[in-house]
């Protein structure tokens, strides 16, 4: 519940705001809890899982996209006009769930990955000219438990 409330506020969720969930399992469903609190409007999670899709929409998903890589940006795009969402959570950890992260993240936007990286390179020019925030770690989860206690 931590991790995927760390992935939300890294990832500046605001009121109103569109997010995309990159994962659907345990931390990325708690993403998309976090998220609902937070007060975003529209919840994209990435799933192919018909089991989590169900908990995502229950918890407060708004959209589900089963692609990946390139086609699951490009609906993303096409869900947000073409602009991409104001805040993506990468709970996942792969190089291929960190650029469908970033490359879903509209300029401007925020991308935290909160899934431990296994193999995932950068491109530092792409990155960089992308203009997203990019943040991520290991989640201080103690720094949260006394609001995160409250709202349970």
Not at 3 to 18: C, E, I, L, N, Y
Not at 57 to 81: C, M, N, Q, W
Request: charged letters at 20%.
């Amino acid at each position: 519940m931590g991790t995927g409330w760390v992935a939300a506020d890294t990832a500046s969720v605001k009121p109103g705001s569109t997010v995309v969930v990159v994962g659907d399992g345990a931390v990325g469903l708690c993403g998309v809890i976090a998220a609902k609190e937070m007060g975003a409007e529209r919840i994209i999670v990435m799933s192919r899982n018909p089991v989590r899709q169900n908990l995502a929409r229950e918890f407060g998903a708004t959209d589900i996209i089963p692609e990946r890589g390139d086609e699951g940006v490009a609906r993303v795009k096409e869900l947000t006009h073409g602009v991409g969402a104001d805040s993506v959570l990468e709970c996942v950890g792969t190089q291929e769930s960190m650029m469908q992260a970033v490359h879903s993240t509209r300029s401007g936007g925020y991308t935290s990955f909160v899934g431990v990286p296994h193999g995932v390179e950068l491109n530092g020019q792409e990155v960089f000219f992308s203009q997203v925030h990019l943040h991520g770690g290991p989640a201080p989860v103690r720094r949260y438990l006394p609001d995160l206690i409250d709202l349970v």
